[in-house]
């Protein structure tokens, strides 16, 4: 299969690709480098050193012999989408590409409108391409679980049954983002869920949860292969940063009492989910949605687990609670149905095994690149 990953530079993306060549599938990636920029700017950095995507797909070539192509190109700029998707003419697209941090589209209305205006636009590009090129290509659309918010109900994967007034109707279902950029994956999906039912478009939209961990199969051949890895208040993932404040001697930054609930996976299971929903596309016209998580934690349940694997490994680790920056409940009623991926096959990583401490032995090796001055929320809600 010909797979175009979009955010091919990204946590994500990269190791996504290479698991897809790896797994015999012809795979090009586009990106402009838009989230190494906002790092940057944060004044934080990978605490991986990573290569550019040019010298990656190099040495994957000399440790696999496979090929990934790289694009350069913003995802907002059409011209350039559309030249990508003539030249290499995808059967299915893995559309990572976007903003992905809340934090940072709650800094301030510049913030908030150019996550919107990226997200929601490159989006659409994305859309049209695949429409004006190959309308059977199959769009799998990176979401998130926080899209659903956290209400006092049972959360469905993507759609709910409504009886109102003696009628019954299957509608998506309802939708309380986080955050500006939740607001934008909202966006997103009812751009794609339109797309299907006016267009035809094939579509798995992927509400995943937070992603954590280092290594894939792939990343572990070479450390020139290694993905980026954030710990920053803006792109610094939950458990990966908690793991990095762990190896730096820095408290574990709870937010408020830590009874925020989510779903969460490893970085392996995305790969996997990816590959699943690619092999199993979805019909012309219609957009399945996937709830892309195995397990769900507290925040104070994970600080208690990277508090006892540093143990283990000789660190002293703090948990300190904290002011909460964002505007949500701390104690809350939280459970999302997830069951579509494992029919598919999905096999799940679970953190019990032994995943924590794995990361942290990981971590130790490049804990002297870790800003600290990076570490700490300066981002809030109000």
Same mark, same amino acid.
């Given at each position: 299969?010909?797979?175009?990953?979009?955010?091919?530079?990204?946590?994500?993306?990269?190791?996504?690709?290479?698991?897809?060549?790896?797994?015999?599938?012809?795979?090009?990636?586009?990106?402009?480098?838009?989230?190494?920029?906002?790092?940057?700017?944060?004044?934080?950095?990978?605490?991986?050193?990573?290569?550019?995507?040019?010298?990656?797909?190099?040495?994957?070539?000399?440790?696999?012999?496979?090929?990934?192509?790289?694009?350069?190109?913003?995802?907002?700029?059409?011209?350039?989408?559309?030249?990508?998707?003539?030249?290499?003419?995808?059967?299915?697209?893995?559309?990572?590409?976007?903003?992905?941090?809340?934090?940072?589209?709650?800094?301030?209305?510049?913030?908030?409108?150019?996550?919107?205006?990226?997200?929601?636009?490159?989006?659409?590009?994305?859309?049209?391409?695949?429409?004006?090129?190959?309308?059977?290509?199959?769009?799998?659309?990176?979401?998130?679980?926080?899209?659903?918010?956290?209400?006092?109900?049972?959360?469905?994967?993507?759609?709910?049954?409504?009886?109102?007034?003696?009628?019954?109707?299957?509608?998506?279902?309802?939708?309380?983002?986080?955050?500006?950029?939740?607001?934008?994956?909202?966006?997103?999906?009812?751009?794609?869920?339109?797309?299907?039912?006016?267009?035809?478009?094939?579509?798995?939209?992927?509400?995943?949860?937070?992603?954590?961990?280092?290594?894939?199969?792939?990343?572990?051949?070479?450390?020139?292969? !290694? /993905?980026?890895?954030?710990?920053?208040? %803006?792109?610094?993932?939950? &458990? *990966?940063?908690?793991?990095?404040? +762990?190896? #730096?001697?820095?408290? !574990? /930054?709870?937010?408020?009492?830590?009874? %925020?609930?989510?779903?969460? &996976? *490893?970085?392996?299971?995305?790969? +996997?989910? #990816?590959?699943?929903? !690619?092999?199993?596309?979805?019909?012309?016209?219609?957009?399945?949605?996937?709830?892309?998580?195995?397990?769900?934690?507290?925040?104070?349940?994970?600080?208690?687990?990277?508090?006892?694997?540093?143990?283990?490994?000789?660190?002293?680790?703090?948990?300190?609670?904290?002011?909460?920056?964002?505007?949500?409940?701390?104690?809350?009623?939280?459970?999302?149905?997830?069951?579509?991926?494992?029919?598919?096959?999905?096999?799940?990583?679970?953190?019990?095994?032994?995943?924590?401490?794995?990361?942290?032995?990981?971590?130790?090796?490049?804990?002297?690149?870790?800003?600290?001055?990076?570490?700490?929320?300066?981002?809030?809600?109000?």
């Amino acid at each position: 299969m010909r797979v175009l990953v979009l955010g091919g530079d990204g946590y994500l993306g990269w190791p996504t690709a290479m698991s897809l060549s790896a797994h015999g599938h012809e795979v090009a990636v586009a990106d402009n480098y838009l989230r190494r920029q906002m790092v940057t700017e944060s004044g934080s950095d990978s605490l991986t050193p990573i290569l550019n995507l040019s010298q990656r797909a190099q040495v994957w070539k000399e440790v696999s012999g496979r090929t990934i192509d790289v694009h350069l190109i913003d995802l907002c700029d059409y011209d350039l989408v559309n030249r990508v998707f003539r030249e290499f003419q995808p059967q299915a697209v893995v559309h990572y590409g976007q903003i992905p941090s809340a934090p940072y589209s709650m800094k301030d209305r510049r913030h908030a409108v150019l996550t919107q205006m990226n997200n929601i636009e490159n989006n659409l590009n994305v859309i049209f391409a695949i429409l004006e090129n190959d309308p059977d290509c199959h769009l799998v659309k990176l979401g998130t679980m926080g899209e659903y918010g956290c209400p006092n109900i049972d959360i469905e994967e993507g759609f709910i049954e409504i009886e109102h007034r003696g009628r019954t109707d299957t509608l998506p279902f309802p939708k309380m983002p986080h955050s500006w950029y939740h607001a934008s994956k909202v966006a997103d999906s009812t751009n794609i869920h339109f797309a299907s039912r006016v267009y035809g478009l094939r579509a798995t939209d992927l509400n995943q949860g937070v992603v954590y961990g280092v290594h894939t199969d792939e990343t572990l051949l070479d450390d020139r292969l !290694l /993905t980026r890895f954030d710990y920053d208040e %803006q792109f610094g993932t939950a &458990l *990966n940063r908690f793991c990095l404040q +762990a190896v #730096v001697g820095h408290p !574990l /930054t709870v937010y408020g009492t830590g009874g %925020q609930t989510r779903g969460f &996976l *490893n970085i392996r299971d995305t790969l +996997a989910c #990816v590959e699943l929903a !690619l092999l199993n596309p979805a019909d012309a016209g219609e957009m399945r949605v996937y709830n892309q998580f195995t397990e769900s934690f507290s925040i104070r349940e994970l600080a208690v687990e990277v508090q006892q694997a540093g143990k283990e490994l000789g660190l002293e680790v703090e948990i300190r609670e904290i002011e909460n920056p964002r505007s949500e409940a701390q104690e809350h009623y939280y459970n999302p149905t997830h069951t579509k991926l494992l029919d598919l096959g999905l096999q799940p990583t679970l953190l019990s095994e032994d995943l924590v401490t794995a990361t942290l032995s990981t971590l130790l090796t490049y804990r002297d690149r870790a800003i600290h001055d990076a570490i700490a929320p300066r981002t809030t809600w109000r």
